[in-house]
Nanobody, 123 residues
């Protein structure tokens, strides 16, 4: 069974930073593009960023470009999201996901999901 587990969420003041991690069990992430999404209360799930298996292709949503950095360590089966200059509008549950597609910015293209980690940014 594929399992993705997020961690690293918390409460931070605006302008602060957090680093999220997504640990994949076994071969859950092997060869696969992985992505981060977020969902705020009352809003639809929103794409944040994805990274291919080799890391040669990375893509960010415009809302986080220049502030967030996605990375992965395949030896550790772990993906990261470094979030800097956080804003109150970044408050959401952040979820990691894995897909067999190379490029994927739509949540329906992702087959496996974690449970999410809450990020709250105070103004």
């Amino acid at each position: 069974q594929v399992q993705l587990v997020e961690s690293g969420g918390g409460v931070v003041q605006a302008g602060g930073s957090l680093r999220l991690s997504c640990a994949a069990s076994g071969r859950a992430s092997s060869g696969r593009t992985m992505g981060w999404f977020r969902q705020a209360p009352g809003k639809e799930r929103e794409f944040v960023a994805f990274i291919t298996w080799s890391g040669d292709r990375i893509y960010y949503a415009n809302s986080v470009k220049g502030r967030f950095t996605i990375s992965r360590d395949n030896a550790k089966n772990t993906m990261y999201l470094q979030m800097n200059s956080l804003k109150p509008e970044d408050t959401a549950v952040y979820l990691c996901a894995a897909t067999r597609m190379v490029v994927a910015t739509t949540d329906s293209w992702y087959e496996n999901w974690g449970q999410g980690t809450q990020v709250t940014v105070l103004s």
